[in-house]
């Protein structure tokens, strides 16, 4: 049986050791990408028909926790071409054997959402825009994105598509210069007429739902934004459980500045720890809850009822909300000297407020959709 929690805990020190590069050159240096595929932490998602693991999202949000005790933005990005991962899983059969034949652990950046637009060609589809936050842009063969459908010059309408397509055929736009979350190279994605072949093609629609025709392995028949908000929570927990470390190692040998008093025994300081470790723990409980929802639809025949599907995207939104409460309460008690760049607890606060902004996350959205699946208001059934 493989270990992936094993196999993410052995590169942790590594991988710690990449950070600064990481951190300064606004991508995911290249000694961390190689510790990832050495590790096998690229096949958690990957089909087995190709020597991928195949596995739950349980696995890939514990190796994401522990990837980012070390290096978030190695976890986030390990995240994201995993996840994109598991929705190549839903390509056709030509597809898939043309993105996983070569390399089954191969990166797969991209962005899944509808920012461009395709049109139907002859044998595939004509992509055109601007696909903003691409997480990990540099490291991939192969990208994806979402897309919503127009009419072509002879009228024909097309149906939004989730595509995969090589990295020859993308111009990538360095647009990332943010406040955190600085290393995920998170940079623009720009197509000009790019053709995609059938192949490499999936209807938006039917892989958000998991209705995708012709898929039978139960892991991508999976709701896309469901899953893709659990997966999300390991990064974040993984940020949150560093700070909170990283605030008790220096609350214990801190002093205050004119009593000379430890901190330690503040009991405002005491009270933020307990609060913060209370809502950490609670945002970990929210996701180990959502990995057991999605593993029980697993075993059913799909798609996924709205109603589990709302509960697991309120649980991921509201987890990363405790997430970002924790960081906050953390930040605020560390001192003046937390000001500075270059202080460990500034980084866990820009990362989680800046990651907690992913779309899949926002806060009041899901709100709407669960409070519209309780009180039996109708809404789109693949907006969930």
Not at 112 to 138: M, V
Not at 334 to 357: D, E, I, L, P
Request: charged residues 20%.
């Amino acid at each position: 049986m493989i270990d992936i929690a094993e196999k993410a805990a052995g590169i942790v020190e590594a991988l710690r050791e990449t950070d600064a590069d990481t951190e300064s050159l606004r991508r995911v240096s290249d000694e961390a990408v190689a510790l990832m595929h050495g590790a096998g932490l690229s096949l958690i998602e990957a089909p087995a028909a190709y020597g991928g693991y195949q596995l739950s999202p349980r696995e890939l949000i514990e190796a994401e926790r522990l990837v980012a005790h070390a290096s978030p933005a190695a976890s986030w990005v390990l995240m994201v071409c995993q996840a994109h991962t598991f929705i190549a899983g839903r390509l056709p059969e030509q597809g898939q054997a043309e993105v996983f034949g070569p390399d089954p652990g191969v990166f797969i950046p991209g962005v899944p959402s509808r920012q461009g637009t395709c049109q139907k060609a002859d044998g595939g589809y004509l992509l055109n825009g601007r696909w903003p936050f691409a997480s990990g842009a540099d490291h991939g063969e192969w990208l994806m994105v979402g897309s919503r459908g127009t009419r072509n010059a002879a009228g024909e309408p097309s149906p939004g598509m989730i595509v995969v397509l090589p990295r020859a055929d993308v111009e990538i736009d360095d647009t990332w210069f943010t406040m955190g979350m600085r290393g995920t190279g998170s940079k623009d994605i720009v197509l000009n007429d790019v053709f995609v072949p059938e192949h490499r093609a999936v209807p938006m629609a039917e892989a958000f739902v998991g209705t995708v025709p012709g898929v039978e392995v139960p892991l991508y028949r999976l709701p896309v934004a469901a899953t893709l908000a659990t997966m999300l929570l390991g990064s974040l927990v993984g940020m949150s459980q560093r700070g909170l470390e990283l605030f008790v190692e220096t609350t214990r040998t801190r002093r205050d500045a004119y009593s000379g008093e430890p901190k330690m025994h503040s009991i405002g300081l005491q009270r933020r720890v307990a609060e913060a470790n209370a809502e950490i723990g609670l945002a970990w409980t929210l996701a180990q809850q959502n990995c057991d929802l999605l593993e029980a639809a697993m075993e059913h025949a799909p798609p996924m009822a709205p109603e589990a599907r709302a509960q697991v995207r309120w649980n991921a939104a509201y987890a990363a909300e405790l997430c970002r409460r924790a960081a906050d309460r953390l930040y605020a008690g560390a001192g003046a000297n937390a000001a500075h760049n270059s202080h460990a607890m500034q980084a866990v606060f820009r990362n989680v407020n800046t990651a907690t902004h992913h779309a899949m996350l926002d806060f009041d959205s899901t709100l709407e959709i669960q409070g519209k699946v309780l009180l039996g208001v109708e809404q789109p059934d693949a907006m969930i």
